[in-house]
């Protein structure tokens, strides 16, 4: 099937300029948290300050993303202990998403960078480690210059109701699912 390509654009006459935004990539699929990277690129390309905040994800993994998005400028705060699955204290594990939260949280309010990544949220919202109110709440009252993107699976509707833009990864097809284990550079 060939279509032909569109000859005109959208009309923007009657569009404005937002002093800040909030983009939620959630879904099933992979990508959520490599989409909100490239956010956090963008802006550090413009020269703004970025803080990246991961709620599940142990700063002793070291990912490709750390490395190019911290020698860029980024701040970076990796609070998680890693996968659930792999927790030997699941009290600990909330305790650390917690944490990661008073920091986003003071972020979120303090207007020192204009983009706050936060990297995983939606999980330990989902599973009761922090409140799902409080997050909406925070976002919602935001600095009004600071942009959030937040990623996880299974977004939480009022998460949702409070982004200006929400993307849901789908997953097609996953090489893990073939029996490939992640690959460095390219997974993480």
């Known amino acids: 099937m060939t279509v032909e390509p569109p000859a005109s654009g959208p009309d923007t006459s009657s569009l404005e300029h937002a002093r800040s935004l909030v983009l939620v990539h959630t879904g099933d699929g992979k990508g959520k948290s490599t989409a909100a990277m490239g956010v956090a690129l963008r802006a550090l390309a413009r020269g703004w300050r ?24 980024a701040d970076w705060r990796a609070v998680g202990d890693g996968f659930s699955w792999d927790s030997e204290d699941m009290e600990a594990s909330a305790g650390l ?4 939260w008073a920091a986003a949280e003071a972020a979120l309010a303090g207007g020192t960078h204009e983009v706050v990544v936060l ?14 109110g409080a997050v909406v709440a925070a976002i919602a009252g935001r600095h009004e210059r600071v942009s959030v993107v937040a ?11 409070v982004a200006d833009t929400v993307t849901e990864m789908r997953n097609v097809k996953h090489a893990f699912e073939s029996g490939i284990v992640a690959k460095r550079g390219i997974d993480y």
């Open 50 to 73: 970025v803080l990246v905040v991961q709620f599940v994800k142990s700063g002793d993994w070291r990912s490709g993303e750390q490395e190019m998005l911290q020698r860029l400028g």
């Open 97 to 100: 998403a917690r944490e990661a």
């Open 119 to 132: 990297d995983e949220v939606t999980y330990p919202m989902t599973w009761g480690w922090i409140e799902t």
């Open 151 to 161: 990623t996880g699976r299974d977004a939480p509707p009022a998460l949702v109701e």
